[in-house]
């Protein structure tokens, strides 16, 4: 099912993840996805075996990851300004766990409260050496 490398030694490499079907026959190094994880498989034939991490048909390679915060915004332009916690900046539409990127310093701040904001960092980095005059 997937795409592998082949060699003297025999296929190298994992297959691309595929959704896992019941019907589906899956081979050594197929890669499944199911309920939000990714498993290997571990041997040639698998069919009809639900994905778990049983070490005999399945490993996980990765599980999902928790639930990010709901809806939260990205907002850009000035108004919010300083690299303090608590910063009071009218933006129309914020609420907690929304994010404003400083169009003019590049710094990013995170919503604690609507219109409230905490630095968070910057992503300008420092000034690089002077170059080589031009002709």
């Keep these: 099912m997937g795409d592998y490398v082949s060699t ?28 939000g994880a990714t498993y290997v498989v571990m041997m040639d034939g698998v069919h009809g075996v639900t994905p778990a991490d ?11 990851g928790e639930q990010g915060a709901s809806n939260a ?3 850009a ?14 933006v129309v539409g914020s609420k907690a766990g929304d994010m404003y ?14 219109d409230t904001w905490d ?3 910057s992503i300008v980095g420092p000034q690089g050496a002077q170059g080589i005059q031009g002709e």
């Excluded at 049983?54 to 999902?64: A, F, K, Q």
């Design 77 to 90: 332009g000035t108004a919010v300004t300083g690299t303090s916690n608590g910063i009071a900046a009218g």
């Design 54 to 64: 049983d070490g005999v048909h399945y490993r996980v390679l990765c599980t999902r």
């Design 101 to 114: 990127l400083n169009t003019d310093t590049g710094d990013i701040y995170h919503a604690v409260a609507p």
């Design 73 to 75: 915004v990205w907002f």
């Design 8 to 35: 003297a030694a025999g296929r190298v490499g994992y297959g691309l993840p595929q959704p896992y079907s019941a019907t589906a026959s899956y081979a050594l190094r197929d890669v499944v996805q199911y309920q």
């Design 119 to 121: 630095f968070a960092r």
